[in-house]
């Protein structure tokens, strides 16, 4: 079957997908640079009004939900490639929004990457694996998301995920059920961060599949979901169309950016603390911090600085990917 689908070159070990065309990539991303956002002029800030509605804030009662679940999960977390996914929920991240708004003028769709003035850059399911830990190789061969649950939750009277906790958060022990409400929550609020801001049962039964011992690439899913995002925000771009709330793991691109420019940015990936795993009313002794160094880089990005979105601070950073990194 792999010669019917792939073409060989005399480049050893090397062959590709469709019609081969010239090696040299420089003419393809020459051309491609008159077709991303930042060509089309439409440069306004009013176009970035409540875009960043679905960021995964802090909810109240999360964190001592996630204590309680996890403490008779943590196994099946880890052999699922999930366990540091789900820690980074605790982190209060915020936002760059002034490198996450220049950064996206950079996106071209006919690439799948940021052309910066330095060079081609984007995503990978390394950097998923590197920054969540997410599954990225199990085979998948099913519809996920097609897939009718088994499990009911109320969504609609309930309010927002506050009230959710609430409401499924039990006292007695922990059972398949709630582990997929909770873990509804996780894919909904903190992976895929739904447009609607609120409670749903859309990732309902990939929870089920989850917390039932199932494997598949979530780390795939969500790369996919970060390049269908950038999709939408270049396509609004170019047309000078407000980008709105789309939903959509803005988070990751703002870790990704984050570490991308960390040496820019002056950053000591190591040097930042990421919250303990203790209860948020637990009170501490004086010489006891409610922090910890990162374990992993994941941790370490997500509770980098963030910034406001003014104008300079934004013009700033679109010079800087304008003209490039410095090559060290």
């Not at 960043?52 to 943590?74: A, C, I, M, Q, Y």
């Not at 708004?101 to 799948?112: E, R, V």
């Not at 000591?268 to 992993?296: C, T």
């Not at 994941?298 to 490039?324: C, H, K, M, W």
């Amino acid at each position: 079957m792999a010669d019917k689908i792939v073409i060989p070159t005399d480049q050893f070990h090397f062959q590709c997908l469709g019609l081969l065309g010239n090696l040299d990539p420089t003419d393809l991303i020459n051309a491609e640079t008159n077709r991303i956002p930042f060509r089309a002029e439409h440069f306004s800030l009013d176009l970035w009004k409540d875009v960043f509605r679905s960021w995964p804030s802090p909810t109240k009662g999360w964190k001592d939900w996630f204590l309680r679940v996890s403490h008779s999960n943590e196994v099946q977390w880890g052999e699922g490639k999930l366990d540091q996914c789900i820690r980074l929920s605790l982190a209060d991240m915020e936002r760059n929004k002034s490198l996450l708004i220049a950064a996206s003028y950079f996106w071209s769709d006919t690439l799948n990457a940021f052309v910066f003035s330095h060079g081609p850059a984007s995503p990978t399911l390394a950097d998923v694996l590197m920054l969540t830990g997410l599954d990225i190789s199990t085979a998948d061969n099913s519809h996920l998301f097609d897939t009718k649950p088994s499990s009911k939750v109320e969504t609609h009277a309930i309010g927002g995920w506050s009230e959710y906790i609430q409401k499924y958060r039990k006292t007695r022990p922990i059972g398949e059920r709630e582990q997929v409400i909770f873990l509804n929550m996780w894919l909904d609020k903190f992976v895929f961060c739904g447009r609607l801001a609120g409670p749903t049962y859309v990732y309902l039964s990939a929870a089920e599949r989850l917390a039932n011992g199932g494997r598949f690439p979530l780390g795939r899913y969500l790369l996919g979901s970060v390049y269908h995002l950038l999709h939408q925000v270049a396509k609004k771009l170019l047309l000078g169309q407000s980008i709105s709330n789309l939903g959509g793991p803005w988070w990751f691109v703002n870790m990704w950016l984050s570490v991308h420019m960390h040496k820019r940015l002056g950053f000591d990936l190591f040097a930042q603390h990421f919250p303990r795993d203790i209860a948020e009313d637990h009170e501490l002794d004086e010489e006891v911090s409610a922090s910890r160094s990162p374990l992993n880089y994941g941790e370490a990005a997500i509770v980098l600085p963030g910034t406001s979105g003014n104008e300079d601070q934004v013009s700033r950073f679109f010079q800087t990917l304008y003209e490039g990194l410095a090559k060290d």
